[in-house]
């Protein structure tokens, strides 16, 4: 995996200003949901300015462990809430957490793949669905196969419109959803 973009969150002022030195030298671009005054939201004056206006590939929190949350930390609530994977680290020896960033955002990403997945067979309900989901820059995309017996233009399409409903509502600020609906065999 190349280059990523990566939400920066500090739960104080600083903490993570060698890890930050270090994604940039591996040429992360990295981001901040800090304003210019300190504050923890630098979309509150500018909405056009936040960081998850935009696709972010993985979010990082850093937090001494046992720490208490704090509000400097209130990117993560945004980050979950736009379903970006994320991980927390310890600001005093990130490589013990973050040991390899492109195995950390492969399993957050899954984590967070695995969410939207649930959401559409919890949708499809007693449809015996496969379902799989890829999350890329612009989009949901999700694979659903169905028996057989849904092989019909409208069975196919109200499959695929169930789908889209679920990832919608579980994620209102996905931007683009494309639901793939194929057919496998009816078992004999």
């Known amino acids: 995996m190349g280059a990523m973009k990566l939400l920066l969150i500090e739960s104080t002022p600083g903490t993570a200003t060698a890890i930050a030195g270090d994604l940039m030298a591996n040429g992360h671009q990295v981001l901040s949901c800090n304003d210019e005054h300190g504050g923890p939201c630098r979309g509150i004056a500018h909405h056009a300015e ?23 930390e209130m990117g993560s609530v945004c980050a979950a809430r736009h379903r970006v994977p994320t991980v927390e680290v310890d600001p005093q020896h990130p ?6 960033l492109t ?8 984590k967070v793949e695995a969410a939207y997945a649930q959401a559409v067979r ?13 999350r890329e820059p612009t989009r949901i995309v999700v694979n659903v196969q169905v ?3 849904y092989d019909t233009a409208s069975g196919l399409s109200a499959v695929a419109d169930r789908a ?6 579980h994620d209102p600020y996905v931007s683009g959803i ?3 609906v194929v057919c ?5």
């Open 50 to 72: 936040c960081p998850l206006d935009g696709h972010v590939d993985l979010a990082i929190v850093a937090r001494e462990p046992g720490a208490q949350r704090t509000l400097n």
């Open 95 to 100: 490589a013990d957490d973050l040991p390899d």
């Open 103 to 110: 195995v950390a955002n492969a399993l957050a990403a899954r």
């Open 122 to 134: 919890n949708e499809l309900g007693t449809v015996p669905a496969l379902v799989d989901v890829r």
């Open 147 to 149: 028996p057989a017996a």
């Open 164 to 169: 889209r409903k679920a990832v919608r509502e």
């Open 178 to 180: 494309d639901i793939n």
């Open 184 to 188: 496998y065999p009816d078992p004999e």
